[in-house]
């Protein structure tokens, strides 16, 4: 199908990115079938089918997101030799996510999910707006409000301070 040989890679790594790689194959499978399965119901007055395909892999991610049970503690680490970082070269990358992912967390949901189509999925404004079932002037008010909320959260402000040395 060629939708699907167009599509494939993008709405994997939307899958990947929100779900890791492996359980994003199944789900990328889970989207395809959905699709076929709900193609009649495509308006075919747009052009382009990706912002439906991202709507479809949405559900499907809220799908499985609901059938996940909870998270297993951390693996017990009482074992490794005392002293011992297996992580020095990543500490500042580690932060740095860490600081940038509260940023993120404080948005509302649907602010996150327009600036995550848009930014990451590299979607229109107007299309992130018919993923989510949205006016597209619904959508451009919703990541306009995530830009001002990351420009003004103090964690992003941190991230973007010029060390003096």
Do not use: F
Not at 62 to 72: G, L, V
């Amino acid at each position: 199908m060629e939708v699907i040989s167009r599509h494939e890679t993008a709405i994997g790594n939307y899958l990947a990115r929100r779900i890791g790689r492996q359980a994003a194959e199944d789900v990328l499978g889970e989207v395809w079938v959905a699709a076929y399965e709900s193609r009649a119901t495509y308006d075919r007055s747009y052009p382009e089918a990706r912002p439906w395909l991202y709507g479809v892999a949405l559900n499907r991610l809220r799908r499985h997101w609901r059938s996940e049970p909870a998270e297993d503690p951390a693996a017990d680490l009482s074992g490794t030799a005392t002293g011992w970082d297996p992580w020095p070269a990543v500490d500042a990358r580690v932060d740095a996510q860490a600081l940038l992912r509260t940023a993120l967390a404080r948005l509302r949901p649907e602010e996150r999910e327009v600036l995550g189509l848009v930014a990451w999925e590299d979607l229109t404004v107007a299309e992130a707006g018919r993923v989510l079932d949205l006016p597209a002037g619904t959508a451009r008010r919703l990541l306009h409000q995530a830009r001002k909320a990351l420009r003004e959260a103090p964690e992003v402000a941190v991230l973007l301070q010029v060390p003096t040395t």
